[in-house]
């Protein structure tokens, strides 16, 4: 199993539950709200009131699914999420060792 984590514009947020929801064995997705700013290399403030003010609204998406489909909704995250900008975000993926739904036993 993997997990995927995402941190994405939250006005993207719709066309890629979309089109993640087209992907077979998408199993849902955990979204919350963060914040975030560039590296300094990447953004360089124009003031002193940018610099203590450039953090920007995100989402961090969160979701863990077998082998067989990472790829598929890493690539549709990296592709539906971008804007071509600089601050659109992040994408990763990592191991999981194990993982289980919780609920009430049969």
């Known amino acids: 199993m993997k997990e995927i984590k995402a941190i994405v514009r939250p006005n993207k947020l719709p066309a890629l539950r979309d089109a993640l929801r087209e992907i077979k064995?998408?199993?849902?997705?955990?979204?919350?709200?963060?914040?975030?700013?560039?590296?300094p290399a990447r953004h360089t403030p124009q003031s002193f009131k940018e610099d203590l003010t450039d953090y920007s609204p995100k989402v961090r998406i969160?979701?863990?699914?077998?082998?067989?489909?990472?790829?598929?909704?890493?690539?549709?995250?990296?592709?539906?999420?971008?804007t071509g900008h600089v601050?659109?975000?992040?994408v990763?993926?990592?191991?999981?060792?194990?993982?289980?739904?919780?609920?009430?036993?049969?």
């Not at 064995?25 to 590296?39: D, I, L, R, Y």
């Not at 969160?62 to 890493?74: Q, T, Y």
């Not at 601050?87 to 992040?90: A, I």
């Open 92 to 106: 990763w993926m990592t191991t999981v060792e194990r993982a289980s739904f919780i609920h009430k036993p049969d």
């Open 62 to 82: 969160e979701i863990v699914v077998p082998d067989d489909v990472a790829d598929a909704i890493f690539d549709a995250i990296a592709r539906f999420a971008q």
């Open 87 to 90: 601050g659109d975000g992040l």
């Open 25 to 39: 064995g998408f199993p849902g997705m955990t979204v919350s709200k963060a914040e975030g700013c560039s590296a």
